[in-house]
């Protein structure tokens, strides 16, 4: 897990810096956003097959 502080850069806007296996990586917050609703968009299509599955093994 990394380590998470807010440090704002020279114009005003949040970087978030993330501390990871001991490299550092810059994120600004679309960056951030954009895969969080990427991720939450792709575990739709898993979540609606996994209910199925459960509903077609359980419901007879």
Same mark, same amino acid.
């Given at each position: 897990?990394? /380590?998470?502080? /807010?440090q704002f850069n020279y114009d005003g806007r949040l970087r978030y810096i993330s501390v990871y296996y001991m490299r550092r990586f810059n994120y600004n917050q679309h960056y951030i956003w954009f895969h969080v609703l990427e991720d939450e968009i792709s575990h739709r299509g898993q979540i609606k097959m996994l209910k199925r599955k459960l509903f077609e093994n359980y419901v007879k």
């Amino acid at each position: 897990m990394g /380590i998470f502080r /807010i440090q704002f850069n020279y114009d005003g806007r949040l970087r978030y810096i993330s501390v990871y296996y001991m490299r550092r990586f810059n994120y600004n917050q679309h960056y951030i956003w954009f895969h969080v609703l990427e991720d939450e968009i792709s575990h739709r299509g898993q979540i609606k097959m996994l209910k199925r599955k459960l509903f077609e093994n359980y419901v007879k």
